[in-house]
């Protein structure tokens, strides 16, 4: 009975991701012909259709802030990647638009992938030209106002790891645009919705903005520092997390 639980709350789940997609795909397509409506669609994915998924899941955001994003300026957003529920997670913590920088796999899941082409800057990480041009479309949607998220550890990790490796990419990327990077730790996510199919359920999901890390003095020599000690302020949280 139990894994029969497991199997109608992922069935839910995809039901959930798709009919608000189906649903708006006149609006959200019109919303995607330009660059300019990109604040629209942000707003859009946000409210109609994270959070829904969220409280459709029984998963109920609580979030703390130990500093708030400033309307109208841009952050590269960085956080530990254990499940899909932190796309709809991080779109719920920041109120900035932004685009996410994703692998070009996720194009293949059926009508979540039709947008995710169109909205996201897609990288190959097998490709040089690829991770090159991501600079290039980066630069692009910040000179709009917009932020950048990525998740550092360039893929989800196996669930037993806590927290892998950083790559410099967000780290290089938050230098060479002199841009705040903002630590984000996601405690539950993995817990509520893991890769392990027959696992889950409904809870809280809880994050944690972090104090931001300037760059406005840092050098691309200054990449590997900023990395680990990015990469440390989440691995501290989620060892000995200090949740009120």
């Given at each position: 009975?139990?894994?029969?639980?497991?199997i109608?709350?992922?069935?839910?789940?995809?039901?959930?991701?798709a009919?608000?997609?189906l649903?708006?795909?006149?609006?959200?397509?019109?919303?995607?012909?330009?660059?300019s409506?990109y604040?629209?669609?942000?707003?859009t994915a946000?409210?109609l259709w994270?959070?829904?998924?969220?409280?459709?899941?029984?998963?109920?955001?609580?979030?703390?802030?130990?500093?708030?994003?400033?309307?109208?300026?841009s952050?590269?957003?960085?956080?530990?990647?254990?499940?899909?529920?932190?796309?709809?997670?991080?779109?719920?913590?920041?109120r900035?638009?932004?685009?996410?920088?994703?692998?070009?796999?996720?194009?293949?899941?059926?009508?979540?992938?039709?947008?995710?082409?169109?909205?996201?800057?897609?990288?190959?990480?097998?490709?040089?030209?690829?991770?090159?041009?991501?600079?290039?479309?980066?630069?692009?949607?910040?000179?709009?106002?917009?932020?950048?998220?990525i998740?550092?550890?360039?893929?989800v990790?196996?669930?037993?790891?806590?927290?892998?490796?950083?790559?410099?990419?967000?780290?290089?990327?938050?230098?060479?645009?002199?841009?705040?990077?903002?630590?984000?730790?996601?405690?539950?996510?993995?817990?509520?919705?893991?890769?392990?199919?027959?696992?889950?359920?409904?809870?809280?999901?809880?994050?944690?903005?972090?104090?931001?890390?300037?760059?406005?003095?840092?050098?691309?020599?200054?990449?590997?520092?900023?990395r680990?000690?990015?990469?440390?302020?989440?691995?501290?949280?989620?060892?000995?997390?200090?949740?009120?």
């Amino acid at each position: 009975m139990k894994n029969i639980g497991h199997i109608i709350y992922r069935i839910w789940f995809y039901v959930l991701v798709a009919v608000p997609i189906l649903l708006f795909f006149p609006f959200l397509l019109l919303l995607t012909f330009s660059e300019s409506t990109y604040p629209q669609f942000f707003w859009t994915a946000r409210n109609l259709w994270a959070r829904p998924i969220l409280y459709g899941m029984g998963c109920f955001p609580k979030i703390v802030r130990e500093q708030r994003m400033v309307r109208g300026k841009s952050y590269m957003l960085v956080a530990n990647h254990t499940s899909m529920l932190d796309i709809m997670l991080m779109l719920v913590v920041s109120r900035n638009p932004f685009v996410f920088v994703g692998k070009k796999e996720l194009v293949k899941i059926p009508i979540f992938g039709f947008f995710y082409k169109r909205v996201c800057i897609m990288v190959d990480r097998d490709d040089i030209k690829s991770r090159t041009g991501v600079y290039r479309r980066a630069q692009k949607r910040l000179d709009q106002g917009l932020s950048i998220c990525i998740f550092p550890e360039g893929g989800v990790p196996d669930e037993k790891v806590v927290l892998d490796a950083f790559k410099d990419g967000a780290f290089k990327m938050a230098i060479a645009h002199k841009i705040p990077v903002v630590p984000i730790t996601f405690y539950d996510n993995k817990k509520r919705f893991s890769f392990t199919f027959f696992s889950g359920g409904p809870g809280r999901v809880r994050a944690r903005v972090h104090q931001f890390f300037e760059t406005g003095i840092l050098s691309a020599e200054d990449t590997s520092t900023l990395r680990e000690e990015v990469r440390d302020v989440i691995w501290n949280e989620l060892t000995d997390p200090s949740w009120p």
